[in-house]
């Protein structure tokens, strides 16, 4: 199975002056855990996670006060829709994070996460025998 088959085509794109706040409102309404951050001055793509939000807000930061380029992380491995989901996994699993944003021609068109490749590999309504 591919990578195209198991991401999300709901991508949330946001710039770097969106505050965490407005960052995590928009993720809680899309239902995703990162967002992409789009931020041509700092080099284009870079991606916001639920954890770099709460790990912000565990250290005290005020969430309308912090914006996301400040936690935005910008070293990021992308996926193509052709990968295999074991290159995937192996990918995640290798630098530690949950999401890989895929890119088709430099273009985000989707986001895997650790969630997608489980529910491909294990469906989520399969009965679990007791």
């Given at each position: 199975?591919?990578?195209r088959d198991a991401m999300s085509t709901?991508?949330?794109?946001?710039?770097?002056?969106?505050?965490?706040?407005?960052?995590?409102?928009?993720?809680?309404?899309?239902?995703?855990?990162?967002?992409?951050?789009?931020?041509?001055?700092?080099?284009?793509?870079?991606?916001?996670?639920?954890?770099?939000?709460?790990?912000?807000?565990?250290?005290?930061?005020?969430?309308?006060?912090?914006?996301?380029?400040?936690?935005?992380?910008?070293?990021?491995?992308?996926?193509?829709?052709?990968?295999?989901?074991?290159?995937?996994?192996?990918?995640?699993?290798?630098?530690?994070?949950?999401?890989?944003?895929?890119?088709?021609?430099?273009?985000?068109?989707?986001?895997?996460?650790?969630?997608?490749?489980?529910?491909?590999?294990?469906?989520?309504?399969?009965?679990?025998?007791?």
């Amino acid at each position: 199975m591919l990578v195209r088959d198991a991401m999300s085509t709901v991508v949330l794109t946001i710039g770097p002056t969106h505050t965490l706040r407005q960052a995590a409102a928009l993720m809680s309404a899309r239902r995703v855990g990162a967002a992409v951050v789009l931020d041509p001055d700092a080099g284009g793509i870079g991606i916001l996670t639920e954890r770099d939000i709460l790990n912000s807000v565990g250290l005290g930061q005020d969430p309308d006060a912090e914006h996301a380029h400040a936690h935005t992380t910008t070293d990021v491995v992308f996926a193509a829709p052709s990968w295999t989901l074991e290159g995937a996994a192996q990918a995640m699993a290798h630098g530690g994070f949950r999401h890989l944003i895929v890119l088709d021609h430099d273009e985000p068109v989707g986001i895997v996460s650790v969630r997608d490749i489980i529910g491909c590999w294990a469906p989520l309504r399969q009965q679990i025998p007791a």
